[in-house]
């Protein structure tokens, strides 16, 4: 079945940087793409950054470009991501899923995510 593990989240100050990581299993990892979502309290999901099945394209959107770098380990079925100079409207809890920048993700389930929280 597959599954999620959404970590590396915490508390940290604006303009910091933290490394998200998921952790994926149940399907074959190295033929999707893949994408992190994050949803901020009483907004809807939004796409944050995509990337290709062998990493060779990514996508992000505009409010992270710049400062967010994702990447992918197909041996160990993980997918990162770097975010740098971060912002208070970052805060976020951070999910992933399978397929590339899609608005609801190819599989039903979804992880518990990870919680980043920019503040002063």
């Known amino acids: 079945q597959v599954q999620f593990v959404e970590s590396g989240g915490g508390l940290v100050q604006p303009g910091g940087s933290l490394r998200l990581s998921c952790a994926a299993s149940?399907?074959?990892?190295?033929?999707?793409?893949m994408t992190w979502y994050r949803q901020a309290p009483g907004k809807e999901r939004e796409l944050v950054a995509a990337i290709g099945s062998t990493g060779g394209y990514t996508k992000y959107a505009d409010s992270v470009k710049g400062r967010f770098i994702i990447s992918r380990n197909n041996v160990e079925k993980t997918i990162y991501l770097q975010m740098n100079s971060l912002k208070l409207e970052d805060t976020a809890v951070y999910y992933c899923n399978g397929g590339f920048w899609l608005g609801r993700g190819i599989f039903d389930y979804w992880g518990q995510g990870t919680q980043v929280t920019v503040s002063s």
């Open positions: 149940g399907f074959t990892f190295s033929t999707y793409g």
